[in-house]
């Protein structure tokens, strides 16, 4: 059974517009590879970080709300390493977020 997930994924702060879309398409794509469908994507721009990562001080952000089968999530992070523009992506599953804000 697919789990929805909403995943905060950064990258590099060096992308212009068109660049950031193929970096969404190849997350996009890698996500299909592996079984999974995007459903929503919300861009919320270049936000600096509050100290250096990796000497970098600033990245672009985007909320994105993927469905996957849980078992998959370590292959998809392996993807993203390997085959896209993402510097950083923490996931939560969807329901866990709503449990947390309602504490």
């Known amino acids: 059974m697919k789990t929805l997930y ?5 990258f590099p702060e060096t992308l212009d517009e068109e660049q950031l879309d193929q970096a ?3 997350v996009k794509s890698e996500l299909e590879r ?6 929503n994507v919300t861009r919320l721009g ?3 970080f ?5 000497k970098k001080k ?6 994105i709300l993927f469905r996957l089968d849980g078992e998959k999530i370590p292959a998809f992070k392996l993807r993203l390493k390997l085959g896209t523009n993402v510097f950083r ?6 329901g866990e977020l709503a449990a947390v804000q309602g504490a």
């Open 34 to 39: 592996v079984g999974g469908s995007m459903e």
């Open 89 to 94: 992506a923490q996931f939560v599953k969807k």
């Open 46 to 48: 270049k936000r600096s």
């Open 6 to 10: 909403e995943g905060l994924f950064i």
């Open 58 to 63: 600033a990245g672009i952000y985007a909320i």
């Open 50 to 54: 509050a100290r250096p990562l990796r």
């Open 24 to 26: 969404v398409a190849a």
